[in-house]
């Protein structure tokens, strides 16, 4: 079975920077996907960020381009979420999502920006940006 743990949340003044980690284990042959999601308090969950490592896809929200950098580390199985020049919007649970992509002997294409597209989730970690 596939687990889903992130870590690297925390306080941060805004234009600080913060590095979230996702740790996926139990992926079958090595190809997944991985997303990152958000949700503020009173708004709905919201897709930032997801990459795919069977074809390298990647996928920013408009509204985080050029400030985060998602990037895998396949020998540790390890996603990570470099998030710079943070503002005070930023500020939410930000949770870590994961699809086995491999269906028999072929890949599944996701669509990365889609909370529904993912299996497993983990129990997300606190980013606060404060002014």
């Known amino acids: 079975e596939v687990h889903v743990v992130e870590s690297g949340g925390g306080l941060v003044q805004a234009g600080g920077s913060l590095r979230l980690s996702c740790a996926v284990s139990?992926?079958?042959?090595?190809?997944?996907?991985v997303g990152w999601f958000r949700q503020a308090p009173g708004k709905e969950r919201e897709g930032v960020s997801g990459i795919s490592t069977n074809d390298r896809r990647i996928y920013y929200a408009d509204s985080v381009k050029g400030r985060f950098t998602i990037s895998s580390d396949i020998a540790t199985n390890t996603v990570y979420l470099q998030m710079n020049s943070l503002k005070p919007e930023d500020s939410a649970v930000y949770y870590c999502?994961?699809?086995?992509?491999?269906?028999?002997?072929?890949?599944?294409?996701?669509?990365?920006?889609?909370?529904?597209?993912?299996?497993?989730w983990g129990p997300g970690t606190q980013v606060t940006v404060s002014q």
């Open positions: 139990g992926v079958r042959f090595g190809n997944y996907a």
């Open positions: 999502a994961a699809l086995d992509t491999r269906v028999g002997d072929a890949e599944y294409v996701p669509i990365l920006s889609a909370s529904y597209e993912y299996d497993y």
